[in-house]
């Protein structure tokens, strides 16, 4: 499939499945006056495949008489993008280049949520540059993601991409005494600590600890051993 294919199925599929209120909820977080952008977690052009991702970013942008930021993208890794598995994605958080309009609002849109890592970081990326993210939007987001969602008409239409302060209870419950050295664990591993993780990979780490203390293991060793051979691991 070529580009125009591509993008072409992208348009008929963002048809077929988004929910128009979205655009109106998108629109609650514009402040005007400000100069506003939509962007998307893309890679340079001569590799990027992800057609849903940047056709919805112009669909968003459509509707706002925005632009689409194009001078932003995210660097390849193929042990991240090849790779479903939770640990392995924490362990290969994405890294983003290029440059950000200081001072202005960003509306961040991907294609589906799964752990909210790719959006976690490039809204990192463009706070740490000056911008400011107002708001987040995926086409779709993962069954264990709409689980926990507000829903309407049996469509989701919000998740939480910051773990709650249930999540953090949860998390600092299930960690119990561990909880300061899983959290350096993860900042010496991983150089983000346990307040940086999203929603759902904290409630990954929060489930991966009930069953570690079912066996009466070191939760703090469980995950150092998994972030060095994470890190260690061939494609």
């Known amino acids: 499939m070529n580009k125009r294919e591509s993008i072409r199925a992208a348009r008929q599929i963002i048809d077929e499945i988004h929910d128009m209120r979205i655009f109106d909820l998108i629109g609650e977080y514009v402040r005007f006056g400000k100069t506003t952008k939509v962007i998307a ?32 993208f995210q660097v390849t890794s193929e042990k991240r993008d090849r790779k479903i598995d939770t640990m392995l994605r924490l362990c290969f958080p994405p890294v983003f280049t290029g440059e950000i309009e200081a001072g202005a609002d960003y509306i961040v849109v991907d294609d589906v949520f799964t752990t909210g890592g790719t959006l976690a970081g490039l809204r990192g990326y463009i706070h740490r540059h000056g911008g400011n993210v107002i708001v987040c939007s995926t086409l779709a987001a993962g069954t264990r993601v709409t689980r926990e969602a507000t829903r309407h008409d049996q469509r989701q239409m919000g998740v939480a991409l910051a773990p709650t302060n249930d999540r953090i209870r949860d998390l600092r419950n299930k960690l119990g005494d561990e909880y300061r050295a899983v959290d350096s664990v993860f900042c010496e591993g991983l150089r983000y600590g346990l307040q940086q993780l999203t929603e759902q ?8 600890a009930r069953t570690i203390r079912t066996y009466r293991g070191s939760i703090a060793e469980w995950f150092e051993r998994g972030i060095i051979e994470a890190r260690s691991s061939g494609i």
């Open 41 to 72: 977690p893309i890679k340079v052009p001569s590799v990027n495949t992800n057609a849903l991702s940047l056709t919805y970013a112009q669909a968003v942008a459509n509707i706002f008489g925005y632009n689409i930021e194009d001078r932003v």
């Open 201 to 208: 990979e904290a409630r990954f780490v929060s489930s991966q």
